[in-house]
């Protein structure tokens, strides 16, 4: 009677083999994210963009960054990963802002000397205050040695919904900015 209970390589093997017959069912194109169903928040933390300093959010492969513009000149840049904990500003290398206005000679370039905040948290830009909605910064940096390059246009009022959700957007999620 205990013979009938043991399990027997050779039962294994036919379980194997039963399971590898019949027709093979086409797997459905996979999104990357096998295996993290059971995490709770893995996929909703890579589609957070929402600001956290009053700014608008970026993505660059997996590094997010936050490009917060002022009316009064003092830009920052913020540089998060893919689950947007944050990440020290020095992660990104060789950081220019260049302001571009339209005036009534044609446009004028204003390029900044960025330094990296003394918390190392943030990059800085200090320039002319901005009064039109003309204005565009132009952000370069390199990151992991490839460069990078966006325009991010300047806009004189915030915005109440994030452009990627549709959501409203609080100004209590977000710290405001250093004077």
Do not use: K, N, Q
Not at 165 to 175: F, M, V, Y
Request: charged share 25%; glycine share 8%; hydrophobic share 40%.
């Amino acid at each position: 009677m205990v013979d009938a209970l043991l399990i027997r390589p050779a039962h294994v093997l036919a379980v194997f083999a039963l399971a590898a017959c019949g027709t093979p069912e086409e797997e459905p194109p996979s999104d990357g994210m096998e295996g993290m169903a059971g995490m709770p928040g893995m996929m909703m933390a890579h589609g957070d963009h929402s600001p956290r300093y009053g700014g608008y959010v970026f993505m660059h492969g997996d590094l997010h960054f936050e490009v917060v513009l002022t009316a009064e000149g003092e830009h920052r840049i913020y540089f998060s990963d893919a689950m947007r904990s944050e990440l020290p500003a020095a992660v990104a290398e060789e950081l220019r802002v260049t302001i571009r206005r339209v005036t009534e000679a044609g446009e004028a370039l204003e390029p900044l000397r960025p330094r990296i905040d003394e918390f190392g948290e943030a990059w800085i830009a200090s320039g002319d205050p901005i009064d039109t909605e003309d204005t565009v910064a132009i952000v370069y940096f390199r990151f992991e040695g490839a460069p990078y390059e966006i325009e991010v246009p300047y806009i004189m009022e915030p915005p109440t919904v994030d452009p990627h959700t549709g959501l409203p957007i609080s100004p209590s999620e977000a710290p405001p900015p250093d004077p």
